[in-house]
Structures are given as structure tokens and as C-alpha cells.
């Protein structure tokens, strides 16, 4: 059964520095991995989707890496800004369940 | 290109008392699925639509939650009777080729 693990839960970083939030996952047969962010009681916003296939994805600030053997994935964040913070959630697409599967998200914090 | 729909954004109800919650997916989204998320948690998944089947509803507690689409494309999600820890988040979202979109959310408060 996958398991979607991320670590830390929370975190608070001063404005200006880059952070990685990280994501592992038990089975390697995935088809994707999607990160989100959440703001507090706000629905999910789609960052960044890296397909099976490939390694990363960027958009902005924001850059994703997947390595699907080790069952990790990152996303980094350059240049925090206050307006970054929020929760960030990671989201498999398992292939044997053919269903998503969400870790529990990291809390960020950047501080003014 | 119009994104998921949800509605009401928020309710406040009374234990015991019943509410619905309304989603219209992206157009052309064949499957819909409900997710419940509770303060600090990952969203956790209530019911899986295809079309207007029922594909996956096994964490539906199916004794006061329950869920339709018909006609395939918007849906209903209704609570009766509410409890204290039915106060959540939920989700509704749409997916094509394997991503998914999320609507806004309703946020549940039961007092």
C-alpha cells in the first residue's frame, strides 16, 4: 500500500532564504507526483506536476525534482517571501491503486 | 477555461442537523471525486465518480454521508445528521489524464 511521507511537518524560515520541502513514498509505480499549496481552509492549488518520466519541473521560484527509485521528491523554493507561507501538500498518483495519495503537508512559515 | 465549483464556501450548523454541499466539475472531467480534510491533515478521499458510476465510496461512512451525480457531471454531497467531527474542509476536485483540480472548498463547522 503507498504511504506518502512529509517531513518536516512545520517550518520557519527568515524572508529571502531559499528551503526545500521534502516528500518520500513507499512504491515506485506512480504516474505522477503533484505538489499543492493550502492556505488555511482554502481548497488546494496545483504547483507543479512532474510526470513519471521526467526529473523536475519549474515555474517561477518554485522547482520540483523527483527521483522515483529512491521514492523522493523536493521542491525548492528561492528568495522566500511572507506571502509563501502556507502549507504544502505532496500528492502521488499510485499506479497499483490507481488512486492519489496525499502526505499530511508541511507548514511554512517565513518570517518578515 | 472555468475552473471546479464549489458551493456554499462556508457553513456553520448544529449537531444533528443535515446540509449539502454542491460541486460542478471542469467541463469534460469525466471523474469527480469528494475529499474530507481535517484541520492538519491530508485530504482524505470520501467517493470516486466516473461518469455517473460510483467507482470508489469505501471511506464513505455511508450511515449519514451520501453522494450522487447524475447526469455525469455536477454532484451533491449531503450530510444527515451531522457530527462534532464531521467540522472539516471539503474538497471537491475533477481530473483528466491522470491531474487533478481542485474547487475552493467548503469549510464545515459543526457546534
Known amino acids: 500500500k503507498q504511504e506518502v511521507t512529509q517531513i518536516p511537518a512545520a517550518l520557519s524560515v527568515p524572508e529571502g532564504e531559499n528551503l526545500v520541502l521534502n516528500c518520500s513514498f513507499t512504491?515506485?509505480?506512480?504516474?505522477?507526483l503533484q505538489w499543492f499549496r493550502q492556505d488555511p481552509g482554502k481548497g488546494l492549488t496545483s504547483l507543479l506536476l512532474?510526470?513519471?518520466?521526467?526529473r523536475e519541473q519549474t515555474s517561477g521560484r518554485l522547482n520540483a525534482s523527483l527521483d522515483k527509485s529512491s521514492g523522493r521528491s523536493t521542491l525548492y523554493i528561492a528568495a522566500s517571501q511572507p506571502g509563501d507561507s502556507a502549507t504544502y501538500l505532496c500528492?502521488?498518483?499510485?499506479?497499483?491503486?490507481?488512486?492519489?495519495?496525499f502526505g499530511k503537508g508541511t507548514r511554512l512559515h517565513i518570517l518578515p | 477555461e472555468a475552473g471546479v465549483a464549489q458551493s456554499p464556501r462556508y457553513k456553520i450548523i448544529e449537531k444533528r442537523q443535515s446540509v449539502a454541499f454542491w460541486c460542478n466539475p471542469i467541463?469534460?472531467?469525466?471523474?469527480l471525486y469528494w475529499y474530507q480534510q481535517i484541520l492538519g491533515q491530508g485530504p482524505k478521499l470520501l467517493i470516486q465518480?466516473?461518469?455517473?458510476?460510483?467507482?470508489?465510496d469505501s471511506q464513505l461512512p455511508k450511515d449519514r454521508f451520501s453522494a450522487e451525480r447524475l447526469k455525469g457531471v455536477d454532484s451533491t454531497l449531503k450530510i444527515q445528521p451531522a457530527k462534532l467531527e464531521d467540522s472539516a474542509v471539503y474538497l471537491c476536485?475533477?481530473?483528466?489524464?491522470?491531474?487533478?483540480?481542485f474547487g475552493p472548498g467548503t469549510r464545515l463547522t459543526v457546534t
Open positions: 476536485a475533477s481530473s483528466y489524464i491522470y491531474e487533478q483540480y
Open positions: 512504491d515506485s509505480a506512480i504516474y505522477n
Open positions: 512532474i510526470q513519471s518520466s521526467q
Open positions: 500528492a502521488v498518483w499510485a499506479a497499483r491503486d490507481d488512486k492519489i495519495i
Open positions: 467541463s469534460g472531467h469525466a471523474t
Open positions: 465518480f466516473q461518469n455517473n458510476g460510483v467507482v470508489d
